[in-house]
């Protein structure tokens, strides 16, 4: 029996390069996203179904559930990974921007995990793999919105991979840094910053593996798990020098 992967936020970056490698593995991918005809393109690459979809919406999301888990009752991966950047400070942000972040970074997986959760419960055991960011550990100023929204998701992760473990759900909370993608351009970073930027491809090789393995929470590339553990460890510290960075202004 094929297995049967939902994957949001499909239609670019890091969730297409998921949906490839998971049909390269032989899953079936229901691939979610509001574009239809990058879904569209991608389902035909990968010989995977559409659903249109803005998983911020949660009524929406429940009758995308519906109608998926009506042609599959066994769900054995849910991958929350749609999301939007945002690129302003909490002072000078517009207000709908603020409460954009949240409703599709932080609510749109916590709609998402409760509508399909019948349904990996069915397949058990499943798995839920949750794309949060480096920016869910630490806070940066000139993108405060968008860090709390990922924090708050961090939180989300954290909270159902405890809860879901008897009930044979294993959660993977994937951290990923600098990516190079559609929706996030790195040419903003200063040139000696630019060699920590990473193609969509190894985030996706990095869920591949944690999937195989078991791997809870994580970081991709590895090494930005230090930047987490300096903010945990020295948060005075952290805030003193970002206040004198130009980039936090
Ligand atoms: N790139 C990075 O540096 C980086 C680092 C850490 C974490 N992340 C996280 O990785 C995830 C994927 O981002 P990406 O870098 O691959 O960016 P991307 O190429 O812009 O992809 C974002 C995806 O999310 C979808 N999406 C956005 N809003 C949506 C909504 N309301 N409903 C449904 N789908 C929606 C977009 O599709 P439509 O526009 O067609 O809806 C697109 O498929 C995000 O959660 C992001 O926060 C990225």
């Given at each position: 029996m094929q297995k049967i992967a939902v994957v949001t936020g499909a239609s670019s970056g890091i969730g297409a390069e998921i949906a490839r490698g998971l049909a390269r593995k032989g899953w079936r991918c229901v691939l979610v996203a509001?574009?239809?005809?990058?879904?569209?393109?991608?389902?035909?690459?990968t010989g995977g179904e559409i659903e249109v979809c803005d998983v911020g919406d949660r009524e929406a999301v429940d009758a995308t559930a519906a109608r998926v888990l009506a042609r599959h009752p066994l769900i054995h991966l849910l991958v929350n990974n749609a999301g939007i950047p945002g690129r302003a400070?909490?002072?000078?942000?517009?207000?709908?921007?603020?409460?954009?972040?949240?409703r599709v970074n932080y609510l749109g997986s916590v709609w998402c995990l409760r509508a399909f959760l019948p349904?990996?419960?069915a397949a058990a055991p499943a798995d839920v793999v949750n794309i949060?960011?480096?920016?869910?550990?630490?806070?940066?100023p000139p993108s405060g919105p968008y860090s709390a929204s990922k924090h708050a998701q961090l939180a989300f992760s954290r909270s159902i991979a405890a809860q879901l473990r008897p009930r044979r759900i294993r959660v993977h909370t994937v951290k990923p840094g600098f990516i190079e993608t559609e929706g996030f351009p790195q040419s903003w970073l200063p040139r000696p910053m630019q060699r920590l930027v990473v193609g969509p491809e190894a985030v996706a090789a990095h869920v591949l593996a944690s999937l195989e393995h078991g791997r809870g929470?994580?970081?991709?590339?590895?090494y930005y798990g230090i930047a987490g553990r300096l903010q945990?460890?020295?948060?005075?510290t952290f805030a003193r020098v970002l206040g004198f960075s130009r980039r936090a202004a």
């Open positions: 509001r574009r239809e005809d990058r879904l569209r393109a991608l389902a035909d690459e400070n909490f002072l000078n942000a517009d207000p709908a921007a603020i409460e954009d972040v949240i349904g990996l419960e949060v960011s480096v920016a869910g550990d630490v806070a940066f929470e994580t970081s991709v590339p590895r945990a460890f020295l948060p005075n």
